[in-house]
């Protein structure tokens, strides 16, 4: 049974404060990811994405990048996921330890009317990240390996796949400008603000 995805969100962005480093960054894709990050708690640590579909796990890699002794999250949707497929061999090759992507996978693209995506026709994600190199890639079908994944992604670079159910869930819209997201999120790193 495919598992509930604002519960799995919930579950993964529980105490965003218990990672070294300082507080979890999180990236969100467009749509229900961001739409259950913000509902998990609307933090300045928390970057989403409105528009830039197939971007998040970019957006993710450049900010491991630029802040090395933060934990990055990225939580995105199958759909972004398969738009910006190309961007997991470049994640792979640059082996950062910082960086862990979740892709919320309920094979439909759900913000444009729930056609079915290549995930419900036969693409497995896991196993794509593992052929550009991800060393560690997984796809979780139980809630028993939520707590478990919540762990990991903590602790190390990870690709996983959560089989989330398509049922829709009332949305949380957080912010939606985006300067003023952008300029919340700097001050949180401690950077200056234009």
Same mark, same amino acid.
């Given at each position: 049974?495919?598992?509930?995805?604002?519960?799995? /969100?919930?579950?993964?962005?529980? $105490?965003?404060?218990?990672?070294?480093? &300082?507080?979890?960054?999180? /990236?969100?894709?467009?749509?229900?990811?961001? =739409?259950?990050?913000?509902?998990? *708690?609307?933090?300045?640590?928390?970057? =989403?994405?409105?528009?830039?579909? &197939?971007?998040?796990?970019?957006?993710?890699?450049?900010?491991?990048?630029?802040?090395?002794? !933060?934990?990055?999250?990225?939580?995105? *949707?199958?759909?972004?996921?398969?738009? *910006?497929?190309?961007?997991?061999?470049? %994640?792979?090759?640059?082996?950062?330890?910082?960086?862990? %992507?979740? /892709?919320? $996978?309920?094979?439909?693209?759900?913000? #444009?009317?729930?056609?079915?995506?290549? #995930?419900?026709? *036969?693409?497995?994600?896991?196993? +794509?990240?593992?052929?550009?190199?991800?060393?560690?890639?997984?796809?979780? #079908?139980?809630?028993?390996?939520?707590?478990?994944? !919540?762990?990991?992604? !903590?602790?190390?670079?990870?690709?996983? +796949?959560?089989?989330?159910?398509?049922?829709?869930?009332? !949305?949380?819209?957080?912010?939606? $400008? &985006?300067?003023?997201?952008?300029?919340?999120?700097?001050?949180?790193?401690?950077?200056?603000? $234009?």
């Amino acid at each position: 049974m495919a598992l509930d995805r604002r519960a799995v /969100v919930a579950e993964l962005l529980r $105490d965003p404060g218990d990672t070294p480093g &300082g507080e979890l960054l999180v /990236v969100t894709g467009l749509g229900s990811s961001t =739409y259950d990050a913000g509902a998990a *708690g609307d933090r300045p640590e928390n970057f =989403y994405l409105w528009g830039a579909m &197939g971007g998040a796990a970019m957006i993710g890699l450049g900010l491991a990048i630029a802040q090395p002794t !933060r934990r990055v999250l990225v939580i995105t *949707g199958d759909g972004e996921a398969l738009m *910006g497929m190309g961007a997991l061999s470049t %994640i792979a090759a640059k082996r950062l330890p910082n960086l862990a %992507i979740v /892709v919320l $996978d309920n094979a439909q693209f759900g913000e #444009t009317g729930h056609q079915a995506s290549h #995930t419900g026709l *036969g693409t497995d994600l896991a196993a +794509v990240a593992a052929g550009c190199g991800w060393a560690n890639s997984c796809t979780v #079908t139980a809630w028993e390996d939520i707590p478990a994944l !919540r762990a990991r992604v !903590r602790q190390e670079a990870v690709f996983a +796949v959560v089989k989330i159910s398509a049922a829709e869930v009332p !949305r949380f819209l957080p912010i939606r $400008d &985006g300067a003023r997201l952008t300029a919340r999120f700097r001050d949180a790193l401690g950077l200056p603000v $234009d």
